[in-house]
């Protein structure tokens, strides 16, 4: 059970890094929607007993991560007619490397954390810090406002990780709460890039600095 | 007497079976392409061809040009002998030589980029800084992944380290494995060894002043350094060195194989890649091998 947790858990972390080197913004979409499946799938592995709410929650964060939420994205990068992150803040093989390191220094962080024995010997909390991580590094060192957004989501993927760590006593509704507080953000986010791209002709949030009437 | 026989036959072997690859390579790709394309042995043919021709030197050359090339034919060969082949272990085996060995492919490096250099043209001179320039991004990912090899089997000399199946990092030391094979040969993601445009070559740049015999060697060490890489490979992923001899020699066979048609098939499908995406690519490498050594050190406590 550990293993296959703890593979899904560095698939995860591979779809980090993934994330970090791509410049082309459909595959960044992809990589966080992967990553969402993924981690979406988890529940049902860390559960002894088959529960059908655990399982409708799974299948609702997989369908919600993995189709809704990027479809979303899609649409906003067709409407904004961009596909590359041409002048990214930080470089590709910089962040790849940053973040190589945070996910060397998360799995090291967590042999020193003094864990709960049951999750001692997973990877649940290395690689919650290495997702949030490359979560921040996307979120910061890309310019456009879709891999800002993929940033974002793969920092929400981060937290729900550490929250897995108390996945038998929160209620299943807030699970389901914050999947929907995430497609509405994104949803919100969409109308934003749509907005910034007519009043602008370009996502460069660079150009979000300055104030005016 | 039977020992020195025994290290001259291996000698041999590796020297002969070397120019086959780059044969079946072309044959895969000639293959993919729908062409006919040249005999498996066409290597052997060209280095017979060069080998009777004289060399012609620019007046700029030392004597160092020559040298160069042979010393880089020859610490390939060393190098050779230091992998061990099966259960029947290397030619030469120490503690340490896996050291060696990387320091010997670093010097055979050296060595051609310095004759390239010698020969005063600015055109290899370009070759020549391309070539280490990649060299420091690939021999980083080389290193971790004998450093994972070395974690693994708790030593430091190749035969041991390479005797048992990589652990749970396997697939991910493979994958860096291949990457560093494709771009220390100079296949092609990384480099075309067909092409003569300037603007995109690396290793051919280096030889493009080189005839004959000198050529001859380059070319049958670039074949040997190949083959070395598709055994190293092979024997770091797959327990070859805990089979029985015959079936150490198929298996080791079946993969180098294998590795080669990959190679080839690798070269029919895919595109060169623009020179500013090269380092991304090797720096991947290196973090694959990087990996697989995290998962080689923290594998036992997870």
Same mark, same amino acid.
């Given at each position: 059970m550990t293993s296959a947790l703890n593979l899904f858990i560095g698939l995860a972390m591979g779809v980090n890094l993934v994330a970090l080197a791509s410049s082309r913004l459909p595959s960044i979409i992809r990589a966080a929607a992967l990553?969402?499946?993924?981690?979406? !799938? %988890?529940?049902?592995?860390? @559960? @002894?007993?088959?529960h059908w709410l655990v399982a409708v929650v799974a299948v609702g964060t997989v369908a919600v991560k993995g189709f809704v939420i990027p479809g979303l994205l899609r649409r906003a990068l067709r409407v904004a007619? $961009?596909? =590359? @992150?041409?002048?990214?803040? %930080?470089?590709? $093989?910089?962040?790849? %490397?940053?973040?190589a390191g945070a996910?060397?220094?998360?799995?090291?962080?967590?042999? /020193? !954390?003094?864990?709960?024995? @049951?999750? /001692?010997?997973?990877?649940? #909390?290395?690689g919650a810090f290495a997702t949030v991580v490359c979560g921040f590094l996307l979120l910061m060192g890309r310019t456009k406002a879709?891999?800002?957004?993929?940033?974002y989501l793969i920092l929400e993927n981060g937290i729900y990780l550490f929250g897995l760590l108390l996945i038998n006593t929160t209620p299943l509704i807030v699970e389901a709460g914050i999947l929907l507080d995430l497609t509405v953000a994104v949803f919100v986010i969409g109308i934003i890039v749509d907005r910034i791209q007519r009043e602008f002709d370009t996502l460069d949030t660079t150009k979000l600095t300055s104030l005016h009437e | 007497m039977i020992a020195t026989f025994e290290v001259l036959l291996r000698l041999l072997v590796w020297l002969l079976l070397a120019p086959l690859l780059p044969g079946i390579i072309n044959k #895969?790709?000639?293959?993919?392409?729908? =062409?006919?394309?040249?005999?498996v042995l066409q290597l052997y043919f060209d280095l017979a061809k060069l080998w009777r021709k004289g060399v012609v030197l620019s007046t700029a050359v030392s004597p160092g040009h020559i040298a160069g090339v042979? #010393?880089?034919?020859?610490?390939?060969?060393?190098?050779?002998?230091? %992998?061990p082949a099966g259960p029947s272990g290397a030619p030469l085996a120490f503690r340490g030589d896996a050291l060696l060995f990387v320091y010997l492919l670093a010097l055979a490096r050296f060595c051609t980029a310095s004759a390239a250099l010698d020969t005063g043209s600015a055109f290899e001179g370009m070759g020549a800084a391309r070539e280490v320039s990649y060299a420091v991004l690939g021999e980083a990912a080389i290193i971790t992944a004998l450093l994972t090899l070395g974690l693994q089997s708790g030593s430091v000399s190749l035969?041991?380290?390479?005797?048992?199946a990589a652990g749970a990092g396997a697939a991910l030391l493979a994958a860096g494995l291949f990457a560093v094979l494709l771009a220390e040969n100079c296949r092609v993601p990384f480099d075309d060894p067909n092409t003569h445009l300037e603007l995109t070559m690396i290793h051919e740049v280096m030889v493009l002043d080189h005839s004959g015999p000198p050529l001859a060697a380059i070319l049958h060490g670039a074949s040997l350094k +190949? +083959?070395?890489?598709? #055994?190293?490979?092979?024997?770091?992923?797959?327990?070859?060195?805990k089979l029985s001899p015959p079936a150490a020699a198929a298996a080791l066979a079946g993969s180098v194989l294998t590795v080669t048609v990959g190679i080839g098939l690798v070269e029919s499908l895919l595109a060169r890649l623009a020179f500013r995406r090269v380092p991304l690519l090797l720096t991947t490498a290196f973090l694959l091998c990087l990996f697989a050594l995290l998962v080689a050190w923290k594998g036992g406590h997870l």
């Open positions: 990553q969402g499946m993924v981690l979406g !799938l %988890l529940p049902l592995l860390l @559960e @002894e007993k088959f007619n $961009i596909d =590359r @992150e041409m002048q990214p803040l %930080l470089g590709f $093989i910089p962040s790849l %490397l940053i973040g996910t060397i220094g998360a799995v090291a962080l967590g042999g /020193a !954390l003094p864990l709960r024995p @049951e999750h /001692a010997h997973s990877l649940l #909390v290395p879709i891999t800002q957004v993929c940033g | #895969v790709k000639a293959w993919v392409a729908g =062409r006919r394309g040249p005999p042979a #010393v880089a034919w020859v610490s390939l060969v060393c190098a050779a002998m230091l %992998l035969t041991t380290m390479l005797a048992p +190949l +083959l070395m890489f598709s #055994v190293l490979l092979a024997e770091a992923v797959l327990p070859i060195g």
